[in-house]
């Protein structure tokens, strides 16, 4: 944090304005995909949207889907999971921190249409699974740390067990079409941490 600081302080009074642009532009994609879904998503009418020049959206953002997936990761982004010493309560606050996301009003509509996008082929698929890899990075994480610990077994397969952490919440969200609650968490963590327990 205080090397970002003091980049900023050299940078000068420009840099609150260009923090201002990005979360104006942030924002509107995020508005736009609430109230439209996300094909409402352009250029024009993001800059239309957020006040600002579709040249001030392309510095920053050279493709639509750049635009979308930052969008993304300021409600679904990469998390910083505290050590607690314990998976379970790891694995919570991971399940908790995503479930506060998935309940704010668009989520539903945004996570669709990455979801969508998703199945495009090429450098467009590839964004995707590059963003999916850095906001599923923290779970394997904890699970790895928890094998560190002889909380969870030696032999499991982290990044399927990972993909198994991330899936429910998406499924109730998008297929089910129901919000998520505490209750789901509940028994994720006890479904998730019986399954990859170590007895030893």
């Known amino acids: 944090m205080a090397g970002t600081q003091s980049r900023?302080?050299?940078?000068?009074?420009g840099r609150p304005r260009e923090e201002r642009v990005t979360g104006a532009v942030l924002n509107a994609v995020v508005d736009l995909v609430t109230e439209q879904g996300i094909g409402a998503v352009t250029m024009d009418a993001v800059a239309a949207r957020a006040g600002v020049s579709k040249p001030a959206i392309y510095r920053r953002w050279p493709t639509k889907q750049d635009l979308i997936i930052a969008a993304a990761e300021t409600r679904i982004g990469v998390l910083s999971v505290p050590d607690?010493?314990?998976f379970r309560a790891e694995l919570r606050f991971i399940l908790t921190t995503?479930?506060?996301?998935?309940?704010?009003?668009?989520s539903d509509r945004l996570i669709?249409?990455?979801i969508g996008a998703?199945?495009?082929?090429?450098?467009?698929?590839?964004q995707y699974a590059e963003y999916?890899?850095?906001?599923?990075?923290?779970?394997?994480r904890i699970l790895e740390r928890g094998i560190a610990r002889g909380e969870v077994r030696p032999d499991t397969d982290v990044r399927a067990a990972a993909t198994v952490v991330?899936?429910?919440?998406?499924?109730?969200?998008?297929?089910?079409?129901?919000l998520p609650d505490a209750a789901l968490v509940d028994t994720l963590v006890d479904l998730v941490g019986r399954a990859v327990h170590s007895a030893a």
């Open 112 to 114: 669709a249409g990455l």
């Open 132 to 140: 999916t890899e850095r906001i599923t990075s923290e779970t394997r």
């Open 166 to 178: 991330a899936a429910p919440l998406l499924f109730r969200l998008i297929v089910e079409q129901e």
């Open 84 to 86: 607690l010493g314990d």
């Open 118 to 126: 998703a199945a495009e082929t090429g450098a467009v698929r590839d």
């Open 98 to 106: 995503r479930l506060e996301a998935y309940r704010l009003p668009g």
């Open 8 to 13: 900023g302080a050299e940078r000068g009074p």
